[in-house]
């Protein structure tokens, strides 16, 4: 097996020799990212961080470019459930389709408060429903402005909001019947 060393430098430099089989530092074999689902923050102060801290490992936490959600299967755009939050969301929703290989695009709603979203945020996700999967409103935990970020354990809402945000991405496997548990058991013992 060979391997071949690539360098790029300066034009007016010469490139640097290529070092020997025995010079070369061993590149450890990573495993490619298991991870499929993306979390990408629609503005500053959406919430994305405290959420992709909520959320399973599986969920990473990118920057909005359609480059970092190229080859992924799920995309969750974070937004504050705000008139300015939406909009931003519709920009980044709107970034996201534009590329060849969109993922499914799924919108989290984070409220900014205690009380209703304002009728301009919600006649805005109405219009936007249309372009993404699901969408998944997130509750305000007040007591987390007050507390330090290793202290902020989820709320009961807060944490079932997430399994359903977790459920919309990831549906569960289509069940079987009784029947065919059976047969596909009869087929593992044989």
Known sequence: MTTTVMTTCAPETGAPPDPSPSERPATPRTAPPTTDVVLVSAHGGSGASTLAAHLPDTYREVALTPVTVNGTNHCVVVAAATVDGVIAATHAVRRLTSVSSAPAIHL??????????????????????????????????????????EQRTPSLQYAKAVARLVAAVEPPPASTSRARRRQQQKEAVS
Request: avoid cysteine.
């Open 108 to 149: 989290a709603l984070v409220r900014d408060g205690l009380g209703h979203e304002p009728l301009g945020a919600r006649a805005r996700v109405r219009a936007l429903s249309v372009f993404v999967a699901s969408i998944t409103e997130v509750p305000h935990v007040q007591r987390w402005r007050y507390e330090a970020n």
